[in-house]
């Protein structure tokens, strides 16, 4: 027998995962994407989860997969309202804190 252990973050930390826009300063409050013509928005809460659906996510590629079904890059998928410049990906934030 085994002893299953719990997974090792990036920190050393065991435990789940860390909320992907947790540590992402200017982090916007919302998400869209237009999938199959359908608008989609999602909510990014104060924890850095992010909710779509009614359901909550870690991580911007989870709540994705709750929209399209399968395994998406959130990064590049979800997009924010940037005032006065428009739409820009989530994944243009992340490079700029970096």
């Given at each position: 027998?085994?002893?299953?252990?719990?997974?090792?973050?990036?920190?050393?930390?065991?435990?789940?995962?860390t909320r992907a826009?947790?540590?992402?300063?200017?982090?916007?409050?919302?998400?869209?994407v237009?999938?199959?013509?359908?608008?989609?928005?999602?909510?990014?809460?104060e924890d850095g989860t992010i909710t779509v659906n009614g359901k909550s996510f870690n991580s911007p590629s989870r709540a994705g997969k709750e929209i399209t079904g399968r395994e998406v890059?959130?990064?590049?998928?979800?997009?924010y309202e940037v005032p006065g410049n428009g739409l820009k990906k989530l994944d243009t934030l992340r490079k700029e804190n970096a």
């Open positions: 027998n085994r002893k299953k252990t719990a997974p090792v973050g990036k920190n050393g930390k065991v435990g789940k995962r826009l947790a540590s992402i300063k200017g982090a916007p409050k919302e998400l869209m237009t999938y199959k013509g359908t608008e989609h928005k999602a909510t990014v809460n890059d959130g990064w590049t998928f979800w997009s």
